[in-house]
């Protein structure tokens, strides 16, 4: 027996990635299973529905359709409530679902014992890889976020010499060197920018010197379990504001990343550090979505404060969305080898990857970091 894995057209606002792309469909097809997409849902993406790879899924006008007859749905983004009110039981839903945002939507939602695996909650570990979709759409904010730079900034990134002069490079700050961090480095120095980067783990300083940026020492390490930044403490802060102020004082653009998953992103550019910087110069803030890195940032807006522009965009990833939905798409792929057997949905929750990314189980929230926040009634 085949399964039903369902693709819908996402609908939140800006979103044009898609769950899954022609490869990926074309792959599960290949191994039997019906794959049923509603229309339009590649398009955004720049996959046009009339590619050979999709030839033999079955496409359908509505995302009810696919919801009612699927076995597995997989998005981009959760669901509307009505959609997975129309899951049949038995359903597995796998997408980034946000259970930090609104965990009693997505428990109250579906009338029968669906399972939700959050694909922003895979395990950090080396197996899983190739399932994180944190880093792979971060690899694509990153990018995007030094190209946003470049055509909001008054200078070029390059040293150019010409017969009208010189031009002196561009000086670029990264702050955080995560994936996203790294990729933005990488970005500015492609584009030929000098750039010093920070990050309070100091196990970042031999990657961030491998891109040929140079490690901003503040004296701060804060570097916690599973790879993330922990927050840092009063006197930290005031230590680290210290040092990089003096840095951003000489910066050209300056490219924010620090997050924390499930809580407000860290302020790391206060008011006072804007005020200090040079007219002209570009802040983009990267974690706008999560409160922002910087004081002055305002969620999807550009703001001018004393000639100093602030970016805060939203769903970079989205921006680049054609192949944000190739990686996006093999994360999942690779995730549901786990899960789909030859004529069954097998979830092993002995697996430490289905087991860190399962949050809710046939009905019931099961994941260790949800359980004590859980409810059946919406607040």
């Known amino acids: ?11 939140a606002p800006g979103e044009r990635r898609v769950a899954l792309d022609p490869t990926a469909v074309g792959k599960l097809l290949g191994q039997g299973h019906q794959v049923m997409i509603e229309r339009g849902a590649g398009t955004a993406a720049g996959f046009a529905e009339d590619q050979e790879a ?69 395990p950090r570990i080396t197996r899983a890889q190739a399932m994180d979709v944190l880093s792979s759409q971060a690899t694509v904010a990153g990018y ?115 997050a924390i998953p499930g809580r407000p992103a860290p302020k790391i550019i206060t008011q006072t550090m804007v005020k200090g910087m040079r007219a002209g110069s570009v802040i983009v803030d990267m974690a706008a979505e999560s409160g922002g890195n910087c004081e002055l940032t305002q969620v999807g807006e550009t703001v001018d404060v004393n000639g100093v522009l602030i970016q805060g965009p939203t769903n970079l990833p989205s921006m680049a969305p054609l192949h944000a939905s190739e990686m996006y798409a093999k994360n999942v792929s690779n995730l549901l080898a786990l899960m789909i057997g030859d004529e069954s949905i097998q979830i092993d929750q002995d697996d430490e990857v289905i087991a860190g990314c399962l949050l809710i189980h046939q009905g019931e929230v099961i994941h260790p970091g949800f359980i004590a926040s859980a409810s059946k009634e919406p607040s």
């Not at 027996?1 to 819908?8: D, E, Q, R, Y």
């Not at 030094?146 to 017969?163: Q, W």
């Not at 379990?225 to 403490?233: D, K, Q």
């Open 1 to 11: 027996m085949s399964l039903v894995i369902g693709v819908i057209k996402e609908t």
């Open 54 to 122: 999709w030839a033999n899924a079955q496409w359908v006008e509505d995302a009810h359709a696919v919801a009612k007859a699927a076995d597995v749905l997989v998005c981009v983004r959760r669901p509307t409530a009505e959609t997975l009110a129309l899951l049949k039981s038995g359903a597995v839903v796998v997408g980034q679902l946000q259970p930090h945002l609104a965990l009693d939507e997505l428990v109250a939602a579906p009338t029968e014992a669906v399972s939700m695996v959050a694909m922003e909650l895979v």
């Open 144 to 258: 995007k976020a030094v190209i946003l730079a470049a055509e909001c900034s008054p200078r070029l990134f390059p040293m150019l010499t010409t017969a009208a002069g010189t031009l002196r490079p561009a000086k670029a700050v990264v702050v955080g060197a995560g994936v996203a961090g790294l990729q933005a480095i990488a970005t500015c120095r492609r584009l030929g920018a000098q750039v010093e980067a920070y990050d309070i783990r100091k196990a970042a300083r031999e990657q961030v010197e491998s891109l040929g940026a140079t490690m901003i020492d503040t004296g701060v390490d804060a570097e916690s379990e599973g790879g993330y930044a922990r927050e840092l403490t009063d006197d930290e802060k005031q230590q680290q504001a210290d040092v990089l102020a003096q840095h951003l004082a000489k910066a050209d653009v300056v490219i924010t990343t620090a």
